[in-house]
């Protein structure tokens, strides 16, 4: 069994900075975290090669800087780290990014599985797993909550929903989005540390994946951020000292122009 699990270092959400030409996050130099939901990807992923041997291959796109967080994949028990790190990639909205991360899985193969996180804090979107499994032409479903059943190269699982979940039989290899309740992320091992010291880097440019410099990174992308800014927080407040019927009437008014 041959798992890719794809990760993302994304900015701690206490010190996220803005590029005002490009409107895009500016990651270099900022403290970062491995993004937390891609945790559970990677322990889904050995708890899968537990049960059934393999391999597990984490995979990630971004500076060189995100191969801090490849390393804490190591340490708590990932196989091999492949980063994908090129200035041409910068930028990249969830359509390049897909593609990118596409072309390095054909350049892997030999794969079964590819595991996501639910979504990336810094963005929320949810889409670039499917993206992957489209650009890739594999099975893929998302929200997954539990792994029912694996053998004679067909999967079972459940897809969370609104009112329940959906049972899904997919035959492999397909990619796959899980939410928290799939399992408990653990925790890294010493032994796991002292392997994610020594782990080896695979590192690979746009020119190694043979990617034409128009589909990729920020000229590549169909979505444009025309702006981005914080918004403003004004604290506002009205006191009032008056009987319980006056005050009353001044809150049914003042509800009545929000409502308008």
């Keep these: 069994m041959n798992i890719i699990v794809c990760v993302k270092q994304v900015p701690d959400t206490t010190d996220i900075k803005i590029d005002p030409k490009t409107n895009t996050l500016i990651r270099e130099g900022m403290e970062s975290i491995i993004n937390p939901f891609d945790l559970y990807a990677i322990e889904e992923a050995i708890r899968?090669?537990?049960?059934?041997?393999?391999?597990i291959t984490a995979l990630s796109m971004g500076?060189?800087?995100?191969?801090?967080?490849?390393?804490?994949?190591?340490?708590?028990?990932v196989d091999e780290?492949?980063?994908?790190?090129?200035?041409k990639f910068a930028g990249a909205d969830t359509w390049a990014t897909s593609l990118t991360?596409?072309?390095?899985?054909?350049?892997?193969?030999?794969?079964?599985?590819?595991?996501?996180?639910?979504?990336?804090?810094?963005?929320?979107?949810?889409?670039?797993?499917?993206?992957?499994?489209?650009?890739?032409?594999?099975?893929?479903?998302?929200?997954?909550?539990?792994?029912?059943?694996?053998?004679n190269n067909k999967i079972i699982v459940q897809r969370l929903t609104e009112d329940g979940y959906d049972r899904i039989e997919m035959t492999l290899p397909v990619a796959i989005t899980v939410i928290k309740d799939i399992n408990i992320p653990r925790l890294p091992s010493l032994r796991g540390k002292r392997n994610a010291k020594k782990a080896e880097l695979t590192t690979w440019t746009a020119e190694d994946l043979g990617l034409d410099e128009n589909l990729i990174g920020l000229s590549?992308?169909?979505?444009?951020?025309?702006?981005?800014?914080?918004?403003?927080?004004?604290?506002?407040?009205e006191k009032y000292e008056l009987p319980a019927e006056e005050l009353a009437e001044i809150l049914y008014k003042k509800l009545k122009e929000f409502g308008k």
């Design 63 to 77: 500076p060189p800087q995100a191969e801090t967080a490849l390393r804490e994949a190591v340490s708590i028990g």
């Design 48 to 55: 899968l090669k537990e049960q059934f041997g393999g391999k």
């Design 101 to 151: 991360l596409a072309e390095a899985i054909k350049k892997i193969g030999n794969f079964n599985i590819i595991l996501f996180g639910q979504q990336a804090i810094d963005g929320d979107t949810a889409q670039v797993g499917p993206g992957v499994a489209t650009h890739l032409g594999i099975p893929q479903t998302c929200f997954v909550r539990k792994i029912e059943n694996l053998e």
């Design 81 to 87: 780290i492949t980063l994908l790190s090129d200035r």
């Design 220 to 237: 590549g992308s169909p979505t444009q951020v025309v702006k981005i800014f914080s918004p403003e927080f004004k604290k506002e407040g």
